[in-house]
């Protein structure tokens, strides 16, 4: 597993730069079309590293519409093991956090911006190898399998056509996606 996962990251991270480019657009774009007939919903997204699509046309959308459709952005933050979200109003309300990853504000980090799965919400997380399942393999510290458990959340997988596969092993306690966006 570990150099299937060392594979697909390597081969991603070589992607060509206008190519990266013009299918995170289209994966973006997507997403948009998922959010666009939806009001009233949270939306659980991530900053792009290491060429994972990258989803800041979808959250510049979602940022332009949120008042009036009554989206909430939330982006995560790692630590102990464990990820939570928060919900954020601006894109100057991230900053560079553990390994140069956008993330919340520390002054954003309140009790009041936590994502508490109260109302309809929408997951669009990354991974290095996804099935037409929606089994998802990710970097292997679990933290959105552990995130995920006992939540009410649709959830995407967000990725680029060659991560998927037809079918990839998984573990009991894996969370497997809604679905697969990819492009």
Not at 18 to 30: F, H, N, Q, R, T
Not at 58 to 85: D, Q, S
Not at 102 to 107: G, H, I, K, N, T
Request: glycine letters at 6%.
């Amino acid at each position: 597993m570990d150099r299937l996962r060392r594979d697909i990251f390597s081969k991603r991270k070589s992607m060509d730069h206008k190519a990266y480019e013009l299918k995170s657009a289209v994966i973006a774009e997507k997403c948009i079309n998922i959010i666009s007939d939806q009001t009233d919903i949270d939306i659980l997204t991530y900053s792009a590293i290491n060429k994972e699509v990258d989803l800041s046309r979808m959250h510049e959308y979602v940022l332009k519409n949120f008042e009036g459709r009554g989206y909430r952005l939330y982006f995560p933050v790692t630590y102990n093991k464990t990820i939570a979200f928060f919900r954020i109003d601006s894109v100057d309300e991230l900053e560079a956090g553990a390994f140069n990853i956008l993330e919340p504000r520390l002054d954003i980090r309140r009790p009041d911006r936590v994502f508490v799965n109260e109302r309809r919400a929408l997951l669009f997380a990354p991974g290095l190898l996804f099935d037409v399942n929606g089994n998802r393999i990710g970097y292997g510290a679990g933290y959105y399998d552990r995130f995920l458990q006992n939540k009410n959340i649709l959830k995407f997988g967000v990725t680029f056509d060659f991560q998927v596969k037809d079918r990839i092993e998984s573990n009991p306690w894996d969370i497997a996606m809604d679905g697969i966006i990819s492009g």
